[in-house]
């Protein structure tokens, strides 16, 4: 889907009978040499943009998330998010003439509850101090969903769109063997087949410096896409709802070998770390986004006992302090 919406799942922290953490930042408890994996946990096998995004971040944040999962709180943006998407996919199953501005905005509040009826939890992000409801935030929040959706009839017609596919679950197996995979919000195919990706923001634009991390998830579904079709997507276009801007990208083959190559050398350091359980935390300004302080060795806390086997990193130490150059 391209957002922040993706969640970890339940709780599957490791045992707590490991060893006390020790040595530099990259040390954690581990299971000893050839011991089952803990409570179901099981290495990565795929990756997806936002996983590839949380590993070059931080190593210790994907490892929290994709490896121990541990649970996340839910966030009030990213919910936001997740019924703003959900109305600019199901708009496009009224006929064209009734994809108004107003009809979408009425659709908001109908798709917060087909979210809470699933995910109950969330009520938690309108509740007053004493654990009752808080109706008036409630209506703040919806009232800031429906303003975005109400913006991206400004930046684009849905009237005069016919999406070839929205939602769209995108997989494909590189050479290597290196699964790739993730959700594009929306596919359209010009009558002459050049096909366009986009991908709906619910946050502001990026400064310039910043763009080329928004485009790298694109350019991840442009090199899926054209592995699976054979065929380039003509053009890549970010809707930035919260600030009223399109950008648009044309990408070509060299741009995503470039990508391939880069995310086949992250893979390779994700797999090493999985083998050695050496995690590192990067902290950066986006440490104050992060749900796992309490777990993390720059912030006092300790990580769950790593609940995979490891193996010896004989020859293989070091290598993680290099992601900054991927
Ligand atoms: S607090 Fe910062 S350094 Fe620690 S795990 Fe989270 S993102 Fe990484």
Do not use: N
């Not at 938690?124 to 303003?147: N, P, S, Y």
Request: glycine content about 12%; proline content about 8%.
């Amino acid at each position: 889907m391209g957002t922040s919406t993706e969640r970890a799942g339940a709780a599957t922290q490791g045992g707590q009978g490991g060893q006390p953490a020790t040595g530099g930042p990259g040390a954690q408890r581990m299971a000893p040499e050839g011991e089952r994996a803990a409570g179901g946990a099981q290495p990565p096998v795929a990756l997806s943009p936002s996983r590839a995004s949380d590993f070059m971040q931080c190593p210790l944040l994907y490892r929290f998330r994709v490896i121990d999962k541990l649970p996340e709180k839910p966030s009030a943006a990213a919910t936001r998010g997740t019924v703003v998407h959900a109305v600019l996919e199901r708009l496009f199953d009224a006929p064209a003439a009734e994809r108004t501005a107003p009809g979408a905005r009425a659709m908001v509040p109908g798709e917060w509850e087909k979210l809470l009826a699933k995910r109950p939890e969330l009520a938690e992000l309108f509740t007053d101090g004493a654990g009752g409801a808080d109706g008036e935030r409630l209506a703040v929040w919806l009232a800031e969903a429906e303003a975005l959706v109400e913006r991206w009839f400004s930046l684009e017609d849905p009237t005069r769109l016919e999406p070839a596919e929205r939602e769209l679950y995108v997989e494909t197996v590189l050479e290597s063997g290196l699964q790739l995979r993730g959700f594009v919000d929306r596919v359209d195919i010009a009558p002459t087949g050049e096909v366009r990706i986009v991908d709906y923001k619910t946050g502001k634009a990026p400064r310039p410096q910043f763009a080329e991390g928004a485009l790298f998830q694109m350019k991840f579904y442009a090199l899926v896409m054209w592995r699976r079709s054979g065929t380039v997507p003509r053009r890549l276009q970010l809707v930035y709802l919260g600030s009223g801007d399109l950008v648009t990208y044309d990408p070509t083959e060299a741009d995503l070998r470039g990508v391939e190559r880069k995310l086949l050398a992250l893979w390779e350091a994700i797999q090493l770390a999985t083998r050695t359980g050496d995690w590192r935390p990067r902290p950066t300004k986006l440490c104050g986004w992060c749900d796992h302080q309490a777990h993390c060795p720059e912030f006092g806390g300790t990580p769950p006992v790593y609940p995979l086997a490891v193996r010896p990193a004989a020859g293989e130490g070091g290598e993680q302090g290099r992601m900054g150059t991927i």
